[in-house]
């Protein structure tokens, strides 16, 4: 057969069996109905290598084999909400001079500006003297920030008596903030009796009550971050002051803090500190000793530093 023939030939089969393939597809869709809503779209992932993949890295947890000699912690990252750790934040337990926080909140709120304030014999009968004299006369604001810095008892007990009604002030306050297990039994925070305290309240509770306090009064509170400080009273009566956070200068970029102490609550501490820009950080400790409060509280703020930079 001649070349051009034989290939015509070949072009003609080639025809009948597309057609023909053709007639057995119609042949066999017809009469079927396409489910278009079972028809998933093609996911398309673009620039993927599978040769190289990326590799995915967990945080380290700094806080996972953290050992510390208090009862309760508790660190809580304000700006994001998200508890870094906690360790038994939820069980109350004695407050001591973190109480004094609440009478801060409580005399502010029940005196005008530029209140003054008589100390009374009664006051420097309390636990422990910071070198106020009967009757001298203070401006509210330097005998709340004397009483911060130094944890005056003398001071806290003045500021809870200025008005009847004081106590029920405290209480309710705690619960206008949200403070569900916390109630107050004094201003000082000093224990009552062998088994009754002067306040009590969880790790937790604590932390939303100093961020409150601080960031509604940072005047007052920022004085304890100081390491010393003076205060002259209305009766030019200079009055020197330490602070009782032993390890204020030794906290970084430290906004505020408050010390306690009591046989019933053992050594506790709190402290408002800026670890990265735009997060500050509450560290709560609660239950410890004299001296573990602090050794717990720098080991959890190295913590805190490292879970940032990390």
Known sequence: MEPNKKENLNMIKTTIAVVGLCLLAILFFK?????????KPIEIVANVSLSKPTPVVLKNNPFKDIKIKAKSAYILDITENDVLFEMNSKKQLPMASLTKIMTIITAKELNPENTEISISKDALRTEG?????????????DLIRFTLLVSSNDGAYELAHM?????????ENAKKIGLSNTYFMNGSGL????????????????????????????????????????FIS??????????????ISEIPNV???KTGLSEL???????KFIPKENHPVIIVVM????????TDMLTLVKATEKYYTD
Not at 31 to 39: C, E, F, L, S, V
Not at 129 to 141: A, F, Q, R, S, V
């Open 31 to 39: 009469g079927t109905k396409a489910d278009y809503n079972q028809i």
């Open 129 to 141: 003297d910071n070198g106020l004299h009967i009757e001298e006369k203070w401006k509210l604001d």
């Open 163 to 171: 008005k009847e009604g004081f106590l029920g002030m405290m209480n």
């Open 191 to 230: 224990d009552i009796s062998g088994g009754v305290s002067g306040g009590y309240g969880t790790a937790e509770n604590v932390a939303k009550m100093f961020d409150y306090a601080v960031s509604k009064y940072p005047y007052l509170f920022s004085v304890t971050k100081e390491k010393n400080q003076s």
């Open 234 to 247: 209305l009766n030019n009566i200079t009055h020197y002051g330490s602070n009782t956070n032993k390890i």
């Open 255 to 257: 906004i505020a803090s």
């Open 265 to 271: 609550a053992g050594g506790n501490l709190i402290i």
């Open 287 to 294: 239950g410890s000793t004299n001296e573990g409060r602090f």
